[in-house]
């Protein structure tokens, strides 16, 4: 799943497509896993990787690199097919027992519904998979585990999202460009209103207000996490954000939209890009598409100003996943060693502007950040980010958030916190079920 904008980052479909195309599959073996033989076989395999023109250049190279060295054991790579959504080509291909060994392009909240139709391989089976993961990713990597602490996924690459601001417009609205008061809630309101009221822009911030399941990932998670330094929407089976947090974040959200400083109408460029909006939030990923835009970025905004290098937000990542209908496994577990090493991860840092889940990220491509400096404030951040739910059921818990941000926050309708508890008490029936 991408993100929403003309730009290829952020095209993406509805949650309809997603939640219908996995209900497709639902009905097919539970479980995942592999045989002895299977973990261990040699031999060709195929990998997909996502249509990203950037993404497709890292792995056509990195798949080059490999199979110079091993020729017994050469790699297929391909763009992902073509379908209304990724999701639902990869649902599709467990259903018919065809999928690739590895899938670049495994959005966290379609894993837990692809292990359950037995579909994902653990990758906690391999004898050092569970330690490379963690030995890479550090602490971030508990987020990826399932709920026996398995890993059917491996985190891969984020996009921390933060606020880009319009430094033209910020200085013609006669604010501070440089160092602009966004930090807390008061002061973004305040900032936001001063941009409105000078007549720059039509809104000061305009996240997209559809009713997509995903769509609370840029508003709602990233100043959350940042609120509570680090929390999820569910965490040991039960929602959290029905708190003075998670009211405080719906709260601050509300005004934005009652004031008219943030939009209610979908937007059909990019609000952003186009002027229409001083303010985006957004990820890395926007440092070469905004080329023409005089921007800064700052982190998320909490009620009371949080340090940058102690705020939070939400990962927006995507990971990779290897599948069931592999037949040579350990190749594909070499294989997906080797596209996540050191010198891969460079490689994909260089290419795409996308961050690896890595621990050392800062510190190992220290020359990266220091040669590009728009994309160190993302390097940084990308230490501190959430991830959606974990389980089968996590479409469904999001839509049922969506929906209830939808109708109070918003449009204003009904009580906030009334509607955070209710749409909390339907996620906990949801991630009862398992």
């Known amino acids: ?75 297929k790579g391909q763009e992902i097919p073509a379908g209304k959504s990724s999701e639902e080509v990869i649902g599709a291909a467990i259903t018919a027992g065809n999928a690739p060994c590895l899938v670049y ?7 837990g519904q692809f292990q359950k139709q037995g579909g994902l391989v653990d990758l906690s089976s391999f004898d050092d998979g569970a330690s490379y993961i963690e030995e890479r990713s550090g602490d971030l990597a508990k987020q990826y585990q399932d709920a026996d602490g398995k890993y059917y996924q491996l985190p891969w690459k984020s996009n921390p999202v933060m606020i880009f601001y319009n430094k033209d417009l910020f200085t013609k609205a006669g604010l501070d460009a440089e160092n602009p008061d966004l930090s807390t809630y008061d002061d973004f309101l305040a900032t936001s209103k001063t941009l409105v009221d000078a007549g720059v822009s039509k809104y000061a911030i305009h996240p997209a207000p559809t009713s997509e399941f995903f769509q609370s990932q ?34 601050f959200w509300r005004s934005l939209y009652e004031q008219g400083l943030a939009g209610q109408e979908q937007y059909t460029g990019d609000s952003f890009a186009d002027g229409e909006a001083a303010m985006s939030i957004v990820g890395p990923w926007a440092v ?32 990779v996943g290897m599948y069931t209908a592999c037949e040579n496994q350990g190749t594909a577990w070499d294989f997906l060693k080797f596209s996540t090493s050191s010198d891969q991860d460079r490689a994909l840092l260089e290419t795409t502007g996308q961050m690896p889940i ?29 991830e959606v739910p974990a389980g089968p059921n996590t479409v ?38 398992g």
């Open 105 to 111: 392009n495994t959005a966290p909240s379609a894993v």
């Open 358 to 386: 890595r621990t050392d990220l800062a510190s190992t491509y220290s020359d990266y950040f220091d040669a590009n400096p728009s994309y160190a404030l993302f390097g940084d951040q990308a230490a501190r980010t959430v």
């Open 218 to 251: 840029f508003d709602f998670m990233p100043l959350y996490a940042a609120e509570t330094g680090g929390t999820g929407l569910v965490e040991d089976g039960k929602a959290t954000f029905a708190d003075t947090a998670g009211e405080d974040v719906a709260t």
């Open 1 to 75: 799943m991408q993100r929403r904008t003309r730009f290829t980052r952020r095209a993406t479909l509805g949650a309809t497509v997603l939640v219908a195309a996995l209900g497709l599959t639902a009905c097919s073996g539970g479980g995942g896993g592999a045989s002895s033989d299977a973990l261990t076989a040699k031999g060709p395999i195929t990998i997909w990787y996502s249509n990203n023109e950037q993404e497709v250049t890292w792995g056509k190279a990195m798949v080059e690199a490999w199979n110079a060295d091993h020729p017994d054991e050469q790699v």
């Open 288 to 319: 070469s598409v905004y080329e023409d835009v005089n921007w800064g970025a700052v982190p998320v905004p909490t009620k009371d100003g949080t340090s940058a290098d102690e705020t939070y937000t939400f990962s927006d990542a995507k990971n």
């Open 396 to 433: 469904a818990e999001l839509q049922a958030f969506r929906d209830a941000w939808s109708s109070s926050v918003i449009f204003g309708k009904g009580d906030v916190d009334s509607s955070l508890k209710d749409a909390a008490d339907k996620i906990d029936e949801l991630a009862a079920q």
